[in-house]
């Protein structure tokens, strides 16, 4: 892992990296298909590529409030140990290169569950970039829905 | 290098897998010709080549067990092939057992399970075939032969007496023959049996078997005439020939390479004796007489096969056939039992191609992109209107019309590449039936019709399982034990049907047996012991066909080898149910069983009615769906909720969600309907919708295109004034019926499925989702999951 090619969403005016590696594509959201008795933070599924997915709204998988979508939302479509998700995110846009030595880890004042989350933390161009941790974010059990869920 | 080798591991264990069933298929057709001289050439090789192609692939591969005793039985076949042997009960049983462990050897291998034992197997084929040829010819005229557990009678074959001198062989006349034969002979003359062997050297001088037939017609009354094979490979054909004339007239016939001998009046009333009766042995101390028995497998003509025809079409080689025309030989197809049409996987393998079944899938969900893309396209077609030439639209109209049938057939085509002869899991049950005959000390005869029906290959593998169960129970608990069906007044050989069918979109698939039918009175007891019907309740076949897939259920006291579980019908049940198919059943006491399976052709595609509740749309599969009706909303019936009458009990109790409300799920709306009482299923309570004002904004957000096929739909229910109708589409049958009310009925569609296959999606009452192409994923629901928490509870 040397120089490493990340995608770059923005969650409440925060900066996040995914290893471009796991992100499949990048969709506009059009109609998502709410399905009953789901998790609170699944949106609903949506058609990709012919297969239907669970769409996730990050914003209340991570506890913040839910926003509208608009013309920047964006559904970022990866797959980890053979799941393909979106995870909706309120912009997507950059594609970065962060060398391996600028990434840290995620210090212990971060709180919670959240450093579960990250794989750890790097800065660029004068940002924090939190990056994130596809498996665990996609990984679901009572106790993480009642420590994020809003029911 | 290892993805190579894997790749190559697959292809070996699919190569394997095809022999085997041509095997299994081919030792089908060899069975009748157990204990007689002469065995079909091409069958042998065929069975020959199969064993062979195993043995040099299990070697490369290094699955030794396979090899060696592909081999044991490869050497086997090869002896039978050059009549050193003739193929007994014995050997037969030793071929089917050996295919059995060959195919557990491959297994285990691919499980990476240790190999099961081999040795016995292979010492048995020894035995069977290392005997000297003069043990084998004693063997041959003993006295004694050992009697098969599962004899049919009246399947005698003759062989020759030891008294006559020059062995003739034994001929099969037919009765009409015979009486011919008899006729001829009260007039006073005397039959011969002349035998010609053919040769080149005589071709040459002008003798073939037209001139002789001719030569013996000149003498007298050609009766019969019959090709046999040689030990030698080589071919006689022998003619019984009625006449007058003296020895002096063909004496010197022999030259010419025909031998004659009186023909027998032993051998003649024999003949007459077996046509006479059927179930009669012969009497007249002709020594060795065989037996063989087993199921009979025969194929679209379910005649009861008389011996008669058993021994002549037992004897009939089939090459001489075409290459002389012997038009007196009798026109029965020269293999006995041979499904009429050949079936389509014994092609040559030279042009077929192996495909995974996932790519399959693939291809699959493209095209149904490719049918959603068009579907836009018509869309933004539709758009243009306004703004293009009237001339231009049209065009653009025509070729887009076009390309929608053009689609069509693609996917017919892709979905026909995905299936196959439904014969492939027939062929399985034909085994299965005969181990169990042998269990059982029942005789059965099989009939298998529309093998050649085809049916999506996903679906084939799913419903094996079931189909074995249901034959299983047939034998075992279907039909009776000899004693007691002659009681009845029926033959003592019981009767199992095998059919398949396709019906539009579905196949139908029926196991029937002629036995003493379902017991409805002790089911009917058993299910009151436990409680599960009223105490004066009558059992409608639906009703009954309920209780008997219960799980648990069962009316044996014991379990035993071949079914008493009490679980195998609910397997089946849930197995038709979950491809979307439908199981019914059709018995008489005393008359038999017919358990009736109806299929989708297809699972990637299904007809589906789609509803929309709250201004959500969903999609029920139209196979569960029984009508449409609407009642007056004042006749639904509500009944207290009690404390603990939770349906949802741990059942669907899953660590990703939230514990559901159980008041959700509990049912307490029920409304009377053709006689029986519908627990009422609303969707807007159980998903947790947004109730629906009617003429509120819910329409609003319905989809375009379902808005336009809310407008040009004819054949809609609407709902008037929901305030006092209720629109209800009744799904499942039997105790599983319900009723789900919906808002709006808004139409038919054709649905590519598709599975829900993250776990953060699967939720209780959706099977799946669609789209129906505006790319926008409506769910399918699980009527099965909704019946099952509707089913009131009391």
Redo the contacts between chains.
Sequence with gaps: MSNEPFIIFELVGTKYAISSQMVQRMEMI??I????????F?E????S??????A?NLRVRFGFEKIRYDIRTRLIVIKAND???GLIADSAREFVVIPADAIQPPPEAICGLSDKYLTGIAISGEKLVLILNCEEVLK???NS?AAF?N? | MTNLFSSFLDDYFAECDEHLMAIRQNLLFVEPYVNQPLLSRSILDKLFGSFHSIKGLSGMVGVNEAEQLAHEMESYLRALRDNKVVLTTEGLDALLSGTKILEEVITAYRIQNPAPDIVPICDRFRTIFTKPEAQEQEQEKSELQEKVELNLPGQSIPTVADTQPKAPKSLKLKPEESIQLAAALEKGNRAWQFEFLPGTEKAARGINVNTVRQRLQSIGQLIHAEPIALENGGIAFDFIVVSNADTDTFADWEKDGISYLPYSEQEIKSQQSTVNSQNEESENGRAGERESGGAEIKSQKSTVKSQKEERESGTTAESPRKAENLDNISPTPPLPHSPAPPLPFTVAPSNVVRVDLARLDELMQMVGELVITRSRLADNLNNLKTILPASHLRTLRETNLTLERQLRDLREGVMRVRMVPIGEIFVRMQFAIRDLVKETQKQVVLEVSGETTEIDKFIVERMMNPLLHLVRNAVSHGLEEQQERVRWGKSPQGKIALRATTVGEMVTIEVEDDGRGVNVEAVTSSAREQESIGADTTLSSETLLDLICASGFSTRKEADLTSGRGVGMTVVKNTVTELGGFLSLDTQVGRGTRFIIQLPLTLAIADALIVSVSGQTFAIPLSSVHEITQVPSADVTLYPTFANASVMGGEWGDKFFKPLRESKWENNEMIAHRGTVLPLIRLARIFNLENEIPGSDAEENLQPTLKKELNTQTNILQSINSQSLLNLVVVGNGFSAAAIVVDRILGQREIVVRPLTDPLVQVTGIAGATELGDGYAVLILDIIALTRAARIKN
């Excluded at chain 1, 609903?44 to 058609?47: D, I, M, Y």
């Excluded at chain 1, 590529?49 to 669970?54: C, D, K, L």
Aim: charged share 10%; net charge positive; aromatic share 6%.
């Design positions: 059009e109609q298909t709410p399905v009953p008795n789901s998790p609170s699944v609903g599924v949506v058609f590529r012919g297969q239907v997915i669970p996730i799941r393909t998700v679901f059990s009572n829905l869920g029911s």
